[in-house]
């Protein structure tokens, strides 16, 4: 398996503020995906992302809302920008890797309230 | 459009018993599956998962069985502990065929409350 860590691991905001989630992997990922879990919901795909291009965005989000990084092969960055209350979700990081193609791994979670 | 499915919100078992955890889904692409497990401030951590090439895949207290033509998958733990008490997420993907790697996008039902009693 491997270890993913975030960054930071819960943050209370206010309306209209932006935060950065950062995922760290330690070992080399081939893909890595950014997914939101709303209170009392399953896991829904944010986005795919890319090493070196942009994020893939699934339906119903978009890049000015969640702008994606991925500067290498272990790092991704998450903002959610101009917050507002419906945003409250635990954010969470997932990578495949290089070792073990078939599973995603996922890290711990970013528990965000809006205020 | 729910995907995939996870029709039962929660599951109370006695320690010991077994635990069946089912899940449905509706897109024929789907050709991967997996279980995961999520304590609370935890992320998923991976279960078990089967090929659609297989009717049956087994590890240790766990086994998940696929009925393709039913588009239904289960997952059996055997014996129950009160340590598998958690939520169980069913998830799947469309990666290509027998041994494709196109590291499918996951699909999630909503999630099964498991309630293991000693």
């Known amino acids: 398996s491997a270890v993913i860590s975030q960054k930071p691991s819960r943050d209370i905001c206010q309306r209209g503020t932006s935060l950065t989630i950062q995922c760290q992997v330690d070992?080399?990922?081939?893909?890595m995906f950014w997914y939101r879990q709303q209170p009392g919901q399953s896991l829904t795909l944010i986005a795919t992302a890319n090493q070196g291009s942009e994020a893939t965005y699934e339906s119903g989000f978009v890049i000015d809302k969640f702008p994606i990084s991925r500067p290498n092969l272990t790092f991704s960055t998450l903002t959610v920008s101009n917050m507002s209350p419906e945003d409250s979700s635990i954010y969470l990081c997932?990578?495949?890797?290089?070792?073990?193609?078939?599973?995603?791994?996922f890290g711990p979670g970013t528990r965000l309230t809006v205020l | 459009d729910q995907q995939v499915k996870q029709n039962s919100p929660s599951l109370s078992v006695q320690e010991g018993r077994i635990s069946i955890l089912n899940c449905d889904y509706t897109n024929s692409m789907f050709d991967y599956f997996l279980w995961y497990k999520k304590y609370p401030a935890e992320g998923p951590t991976f279960l078990i998962s089967i090929s659609s090439i297989k009717d049956k895949n087994e590890d240790g207290r766990f086994t998940v069985f696929l009925n393709k033509s039913a588009k239904h998958l289960s997952l059996h733990i055997v014996p129950s502990q009160p340590g598998d008490s958690a939520v169980y997420f069913c998830?799947?993907?469309?990666?290509?065929?027998?041994?494709?790697?196109?590291?499918?996008?996951?699909?999630f039902g909503q999630g099964t409350i498991l309630t293991v009693h000693p």
């Open positions: 070992s080399q990922v081939t893909m």
């Open positions: 997932s990578a495949y890797l290089m070792s073990r193609t078939d599973t995603q791994y």
């Open positions: 998830a799947a993907s469309a990666r290509g065929g027998a041994g494709g790697t196109s590291y499918g996008k996951l699909t």
